[in-house]
């Protein structure tokens, strides 16, 4: 298979196909994508089929992905500057599929996604064509209250939106759909919070950490908090709050001596 070298042409093959897919607003807890700062502006043309090799300026290795009919469609693998990896997952027609890594550059890993490239399919489908006979998928009852909250979870500027907002990683893909593990590190290595997506929408135990070793935990439903979240600092119990409907129901505070076992 041949090999395509090219410098930012995927970005704009990731562009134009993502942005043909969803049309939305973006709401307060997106990040607003200026695409005046990408590098696909640059206007180099994509090969519509085969393997695509981008290069840094000094000739070294910046991604390997593979493209079918003008899209990502296969692995995608992409390196630092110090040829430490970048990030590595999976695409399926532009869409992210089954787990997604990404590192930071001093070889840590930062954050774990899950997407499912089927699910973003059948649950894009169901937003335009629900069923009234047919149980839909939560998210869709969402987006059918607030079209904007639903659509705004299928987007990267969601998944990613503090590193976009820091501008310190953009992924190759802007449409997804989370459907399994999710998990964020700080660079020390230690867990920033981890959980699962179910069908887009968070769902079962979450658990919510700082760097002072304080850290919650709780449950969503179809991405709701719901029951009892509780604090910790260690094994020591300092607060717990009761939710229903994703609304705080009580709250209580525990001296330094409540542990759990």
Known sequence: MRKYFLLG???????????AQLSILHPDDAVTIDSESFEWLSGISVTSNGAVTGLYPDGS???????????????????????AVHDEGKLVK???????KVWYPNGKLRFVRTYSADKFKRITQEFA?????????????????DRSKATTRLKSSYSFKEAL??????????????????????????????????????????????????????T????????????????RLLEMV???NGREQWRRSYNSRSTFP
């Open 9 to 19: 042409g995927i970005y704009l093959l990731v562009s134009f196909y993502s942005r």
């Open 61 to 83: 290795k910046r991604y390997n992905a593979e493209v079918k009919n003008a899209r990502l469609h296969g692995n995608w693998k992409s390196w630092y500057v110090n040829d």
């Open 94 to 100: 532009g869409v992210p599929h089954g787990e997604w």
């Open 129 to 145: 064509r629900p069923h009234p006979k047919m149980p839909n998928y939560p998210i869709t009852t969402v987006y059918q209250k």
């Open 165 to 218: 907002a820091a501008n310190n990683y953009t992924p190759a893909f802007i449409d997804c759909l989370h459907h399994g593990l999710y998990m964020n590190f700080y660079e020390s290595g230690h867990r920033k919070d981890s959980g699962h997506y179910k069908n887009g929408l968070r769902d079962g135990i979450w658990i919510e950490s700082n760097t002072e070793g304080l850290h919650w935990t709780g």
């Open 220 to 235: 969503y439903s179809n991405g709701i908090k719901t029951g009892t979240w509780k604090q910790y600092n260690g094994k």
């Open 242 to 244: 009761e939710y229903r």
